[in-house]
């Protein structure tokens, strides 16, 4: 998992790639900066029930839920391959 840098986003959210029996998929986790510190249930939740096939995909999505544009996002996420992540389909 790897933290999200997104505007408003950006203290607690994170983001990475999982695998399950079903297969693989893209993964957030999303607090917004106002919620409250104690909180342990993410505001927005984008995991296994969503099933989200790519990285470019997962942006869309994220940018929908969180009503950022989605070259912000892209962004964001970008800095966590600039960081040395990597994941299948995502090098």
């Known amino acids: ?3 999200l840098g ?3 986003w950006d203290r607690r959210s994170i983001w990475g790639y999982a695998e399950d029996p079903v297969g693989g998929y893209y993964l957030a986790l999303l607090w917004s900066n106002d919620d ?3 909180n ?6 984008i995991d296994y029930r969503d099933r989200i096939p790519s990285p470019a995909e997962l942006a869309v999505v994220i940018a ?9 996002v892209e962004q964001a996420m970008g800095q966590a391959q600039a960081r040395g992540a990597s994941w299948p389909g995502h090098q």
């Open 64 to 72: 929908r839920r969180t009503d950022r544009p989605l070259d912000e």
């Open 6 to 8: 997104l505007h408003g």
């Open 40 to 45: 342990r249930h993410a505001d927005i939740a």
């Open 1 to 3: 998992m790897e933290a």
């Open 36 to 38: 409250q510190p104690g």
